[in-house]
């Protein structure tokens, strides 16, 4: 690794730390562990990251482009309500499976004992999810495909929807693969 570009080292730290957190019962995530499995010195990781907090924020950060970037397409290619608020939670559960040790991040569950901010700012990253939602099923409100008194409510559900999948997902160790049945559920939660 001695000869690889700075920005590409950042990158290689922040690959490695995602395919550990692909172990939900594997070795504890420390900066130790993730030294060893890159070969290098834990000071050569903190020459790229102040701290492991900044490397958990360095996977947010590819989250939120991720996700938000994905979701703007949704939202500019469908003109229906109903549409962009299926293609939103189409994405969200689809990116949990491309990206398993990403999920551990999305659920909370790798911040566990992690500084504090990094839940907050997952917990912000949920409020933007139901916010392009609640855009979604107020266009479809519009379209006279939902009532408008429900748009809260009805966001609120399907973040948790997504939160449950994410978490059940995370727990079968990565094998249980939202299928045929979960369009029928979100088809049902859109009404």
Request: glycine share 8%; aromatic share 6%.
């Amino acid at each position: 690794m001695a000869t690889t570009p700075p920005g590409q080292r950042k990158l290689q730290i922040l690959q490695a730390l995602a395919a550990m957190l692909e172990h939900p019962k594997g070795e504890k995530i420390t900066t130790a562990a993730l030294a060893r499995r890159l070969e290098v010195s834990e000071a050569a990781l903190y020459r790229h990251f102040a701290s492991k907090a900044q490397m958990f924020e360095g996977l947010i950060e590819f989250i939120e482009t991720s996700v938000f970037g994905l979701i703007n397409q949704a939202t500019e290619r469908q003109q229906d309500g109903m549409a962009q608020a299926r293609d939103i939670l189409a994405l969200l559960l689809q990116f949990a499976v491309n990206n398993p040790g990403m999920t551990r991040v999305l659920t909370g569950e790798a911040l566990v004992g992690e500084d504090e901010r990094l839940q907050q700012r997952m917990n912000q990253f949920y409020d933007r999810v139901e916010l392009a939602l609640k855009g979604a099923l107020r266009l479809a409100a519009s379209e006279g495909q939902a009532h408008e008194d429900d748009v809260t409510a009805r966001a609120n559900l399907l973040v948790a929807f997504v939160l449950g999948r994410w978490h059940r997902y995370a727990k079968s160790g990565f094998k249980l693969v939202p299928g045929r049945e979960t369009g029928v559920q979100i088809a049902l939660l859109l009404g």
